[in-house]
């Protein structure tokens, strides 16, 4: 039985796929010992399934045929296989490693903040707001329609000026 399994294993066109099957092997041991760590994980978890899946469909394949040119049917049919199945298997990998959206100062918008400098007028004044891991961030804000807001009191950041680079705040208390 290992003997059927060594030789189908050897065989023209499953022995491409074996060769490539012992370097994942051997890539995934070394990350499993040494702990490596990857940026982009889809791209080593894409071609080790493609691999696998096509190595076990030529393994397949090459026990189910007989010798003879069959054998290139074999070859472009576990090609085929392994890709298919591999961008299905994928479909939820991908999900999980998405790339989390960037940070932008747009997300501070709608949020509160307590002033920090001694009053914030339509010229001047720093806020202190917490984002959405509970970091906290110190800002520029101005205060919208005359108003004028002091130290300790919590404002509504309504808008964010790109040019200026600062935020617009009203009196949260007031409404403005």
């Known amino acids: 039985m290992m003997t059927e399994f060594l030789a189908a294993a050897l065989a023209f066109p499953t022995v491409v796929f074996s060769f490539l099957l012992l370097i994942v092997l051997a890539y995934w041991l070394t990350v499993a010992l040494v702990g490596l760590d ?9 071609i080790s399934m493609f691999v696998v899946v096509t190595w076990f469909a030529a393994l397949v394949g090459t026990v189910l045929t007989p010798e003879g040119s069959l054998r290139y049917a074999v070859l472009a049919g576990s090609l085929l296989v392994g890709a298919l199945v591999t961008k299905i ?23 509160t903040a307590i002033v920090r400098t001694s009053r914030v007028t339509e010229r001047y004044g720093q806020a202190e707001v917490t984002a959405d891991d509970g ?18 009191q919590t404002a509504l950041i309504f808008d964010y000026d790109a040019e200026g680079e600062f935020f617009w705040v009203v009196d949260i208390t007031t409404g403005g």
Do not use: C, H, Y
């Open 89 to 111: 298997l994928l479909i939820p990998v991908k999900s999980w490693t998405k790339p989390e959206k960037p940070a932008s100062r747009n997300d501070f918008v709608g949020r």
């Open 38 to 46: 990857f940026d982009a994980p889809v791209m080593p978890i894409s």
């Open 135 to 152: 970091g906290t961030a110190v800002v520029q804000v101005r205060a919208a329609q005359s108003t004028e807001l002091i130290a300790g």
